[in-house]
């Protein structure tokens, strides 16, 4: 049974335009080949700012906020944040101990999220997703495995891996997710266009917890508190969660506290869905 949803089953797919940076980088390719026929002498600055120009590329690929390689929301816009509206992303789930304590503390505080699921994971448990949906939270997609060398990967496994989660999705849910979220937000050049084909927009976060590596939940609290302004999107983990003294997942510990302090700053989380719409 599908979960209730106003998704529609698929994404409509986006046209791909390349970012400035990128036409610069092709441009700057010709024009390095360019040189190299009319004055072969010359290899050694032609091979120099090719060189240059990929390792531009590669760490733009390593910095999880940077758009140089496209379109990268790491804040909400304008017109949610002038409604008072945050974001709250939770990675790596769905996981059977942790999401559903996460459902009912987000549920006691009257307030929506979304949630950056790992396609295999959703095939694992897919009654989970569905609850996910089923109160109100947007289910997105965070690749099918979640590999360590997902930046390094080609079109065609970039594809898979997108393609992969958005059928999970949509298996367990009947929707398709809107939005993508790199494994721990790297990436390379051939990421923005196949995810104008799948029809999903890519987002990083303006501040995380870093709690799948940090179990102080004081850490991990003060860190996404820091500078908390409308317009914010935060990351957490319920998948992947270091453990507060070897037991609780830190978010559970955080949650509570992290939703306190942005009712009294007098903000609204909102799924990135109603913020971008
Ligand atoms: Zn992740």
């Not at 790596?92 to 996460?102: N, S």
């Not at 979640?146 to 999970?168: C, D, N, T, V, Y």
């Not at 070897?246 to 506290?257: F, K, M, R, S, W």
């Given at each position: ?41 010359l290899w ?30 790491t804040r ?63 289910l997105e ?137």
């Open positions: 049974m599908p979960a209730s949803s106003d998704r529609a089953p698929e994404a409509a797919q986006r046209t791909f335009r390349p970012s400035a940076f990128i036409r610069g980088s092709v441009a700057l390719h010709a024009v390095a080949g360019g040189a190299l026929l009319i004055e072969p002498q050694p600055w032609s091979l120099a700012a090719v060189v240059a120009d990929h390792l531009v590329i590669t760490a733009a690929g390593l910095w999880p906020r940077a758009s140089l390689l496209g379109p990268n929301l909400l816009p304008p017109r949610a944040a002038a409604r008072g509206e945050i974001a709250l992303t939770i990675d790596d789930g769905p996981d059977p101990e942790v999401t559903p304590a996460v459902l009912a503390l987000l549920d006691r505080h009257a307030v929506h999220a979304s949630f950056f699921c790992v396609g295999e994971r959703i095939a694992r448990h897919p009654q989970l997703a569905r609850e996910i949906v089923a109160r109100g939270h947007a997609n965070h690749s099918q495995r979640h590999l360590k060398r997902f930046s390094l990967l080609g079109p065609r496994a970039l594809r898979a891996e997108i393609a992969g989660a958005q059928e999970a999705i949509a298996f367990a849910t009947g929707a398709a997710a809107r939005f993508f979220r790199a494994p721990a937000g790297l990436r390379n050049p051939f990421l923005e266009p196949e995810l104008a084909r799948a029809g999903l927009k890519l987002v990083s976060w303006t501040r995380r917890g870093f709690d799948t590596v940090s179990s102080d939940p004081d850490r991990v609290l003060a860190r996404l508190l820091r500078g908390l302004a409308a317009g914010d999107i935060l990351l957490l983990h319920d998948g992947h969660a270091a453990r507060v003294a070897h037991e609780t997942p830190v978010i559970l510990t955080v949650l509570p506290a992290l939703l306190a302090a942005v009712r009294a700053a007098g903000l609204k989380p909102v799924t990135l869905e109603a913020a971008c719409t």
